[in-house]
């Protein structure tokens, strides 16, 4: 009796505790867009930037959010950088204008319309990915890691592309294309008398004072990706956390593995210091609000991963508790709500689903085709016990707890609606019991996010401090078509470049020697070896002139047009070819088809009667196959002819 009582509650407790399990090994949610993300990752100036959607100059900032359609302008005297992963960059030099054309999983692909840029790929595998430069009338695709440097002229009458550090590239003008290797420069001519010229050179790092500027940005690049941890405390996809070594120090929890924390450097200029209050909100394309952070450090840890709370101090996991094959980047990993007219936000904590406070502008943007040919995806590192020999954290050990339990008070910050928007700083809540009663509310990932102001009442009321009243450098700019041809969105142009402007529309001479042959042959079927094709492309067949065609040997007897029969012909192989030497045709021999008639006598003093035919001298003798009648054989000498028989024997 006790034992069937007791089916019931095992039941219960099972389906809980599967339930438990199941749930926990959910992973994240799928990104609403998979658009690729890049940042600047350093300024130096005013540099001005306009998003695709939009006519308006915004001001640029460090780690300001990039994405496919931007434009970044330099002004005088002004640089900045471009990330675009842990390992490549894109430098712009004063007076520079470029347009951000592609940005996906596939490839990149930049316009530069005026200026001086700088692109350094220290790792790119171009069968799974491009990287190309349209620049006026003129189109570099990237073929091996190293440095490329494309600037325009004045006038942009011409483009200069020099290659350093290994590199090669594929230079196409819209009349002719060749490569470019590593320590050679191009001076490609786009307009003008030498238009479709281009003038070889080697390499001079001399020339531009970027070059020493991003030698810099290199160098410490590099040092950083030394100490980096990457496949360790976190993969390949959040990139920027190799910046982290500087401002902080890995440690290892039982609840959370490994985290980092910001020492006191790092946070001693911020009053009151707590993830995502220094910094504001901006509307990005494909994603809806972003948040900037102010910190230099802050491009990881506000855009992956979660901010934990642990004995008093903040901390940032790579991961939340519900872990995804890969990492994707967010615009914010905050939970948002709106509290007596302000809103309000906080860290999302680390057992909670990612909370999409932007559902409510999807229909704003279009998500981006998936990419069908994906690189490879970055493993998740493998946590490992820590020093004292800790477990790997499960993950469950704080699971289902309420926010106020895992936030502080002082982590809530927001702003009034009316300043939403704006380069303000968030404000902690005017008091505690108001920061509880936020925290106390409960976070459903499947209910309706607040809502925002939409990002047209925001111009209404542009700040100065984010949008500029216009951009000196850009309207500067002349219109000018770049790319030598039109690109199509999403598609690389190296391909169908390389058919047109070095190979005209043909076939290229591909042919790979195997080992056992000699130099120059090509091995062939049945151990033959032949002489490999010469030239670049597939040489068409010359054709006869359509004056005189080819004849071929008839099997059979044929009728020409006066009616004639000739005789069969034996038959042979199409005769090759051969231009007439003169411009008359040579006559040829044809034998009587009758005997002819024989002539009347012609008196005793007069000459001998002279041929009615003769044949010329160069006249081929007939073929064996084809013996001349016996009844009257063609002469062959220049003799005249000899009297006929009747006249003979008048004389005798």
Known sequence: MLLRSARPIISIFIATFLAVHVFAFIPDDEPESEQRVARVSAIDGEVLIKRGESADWEKAVLNLPIVEGDVLSAGEGARFEVQFDSKNFLRGDSLTTFTLTTLQQSGIAVSLQRGTIVVRMNEIDTATEYFEIDAPRTTIAVQRAGEYVVSTADQLNSVDISVFDDGEARVYSET??????????????????????????????????????????????????????????????????DELNDYGDWSFDRDYGYVWQPNYRAVSSYVNWSPYRYGHWRWLPYYGWTWVNDEPWGWATYHYGRWVWINGKWFWSPYGYYRTGRSWWRPALVYMTIYDGSVCWYPLPYNYRYYNYNRRYRDRWTKPVQNTNPGPVATNPTPVPGPDNNPIPSGRTRGNMPPLATVPPGGVVGLPLDQFGQKQTGRPLSSQTAAREVLSRPIDPSTTPPILPPIEQIKTRPDPKIFAARSSTAASTPTVRTGATVRNAGAPLDGQLQRSRIFGDREPVRSTPTRGTTPGSVAQPGGRTTTPPTGAVTRPVPTAPPSTPIRTAPSTRSTDTGGNTSRPVTERPTPKYVPPTRSQPTPRYEPPSSPPVRSQPAPRNDPPPTRSQPAPRNDPPPTRSQPAPKSDPPPTKSEPTKPAPSSRGKDG
Do not use: P
Not at 207 to 215: F, G, V, Y
């Open 176 to 241: 002719s294309g060749f490569s470019l290797r590593s320590g050679r420069s191009s001076r490609l001519f786009i307009s003008g008398d030498n238009q479709g010229e281009w003038d070889m050179r080697d390499a001079d790092r001399g020339t531009l004072a970027i070059l020493s500027w991003a030698a810099e940005r290199d160098s410490l690049a590099a040092d950083r990706l030394k100490n980096a941890q990457y496949g360790k405390y976190y993969d390949d996809d959040i990139y920027g956390a």
